[in-house]
């Protein structure tokens, strides 16, 4: 069965996005997590090794949603980025890995020595 959200909420305040699958799966995602696994040629590149590093994204905020056909959601961030569609399988892969895929970015912030910085 493909996973599909029953239900997404925005909460600002939090800076979190909360995602619901029918699998009774639900993922609480930061906004900066999001913004910094973008699916978008921009983040990833358009082949292995091309990924490009995002800092200062610890204060981003999501300032819509837009649905994408049946499949997938266009975040639109703030910092003006918006052209990462976040498939459902995407989202996801996104919520399983997620303690897996924030110590991979932490250790690659590190080692291109940048100190993330505590949002407004």
């Known amino acids: ?3 599909t959200p029953t239900e997404i909420r925005l909460r600002k305040n939090s800076r979190m996005l909360v995602v619901a699958f029918n699998d009774g799966s639900e993922f609480s995602f930061s906004f900066e997590y999001l913004r910094v696994h973008s699916p978008s040629a921009d983040v990833v590149g358009h082949g292995p090794g091309q990924e490009t590093l995002q800092t200062g994204k610890e204060g981003v905020v999501i300032t819509s949603i837009d649905p ?3 499949y997938a959601v266009r975040l639109v961030f703030d910092d003006g980025h918006n052209t990462g569609l976040y498939s459902w399988t995407y989202l996801y892969e996104l919520g399983r890995n997620m ?3 924030w110590r991979r ?3 690659r912030l590190a080692a291109a020595g ?3 910085k505590k949002p407004e």
């Open 68 to 70: 994408i056909g049946h």
């Open 99 to 101: 303690e897996a895929n």
């Open 1 to 3: 069965m493909q996973p």
């Open 114 to 116: 940048y100190a993330r």
């Open 105 to 107: 970015y932490l250790d």
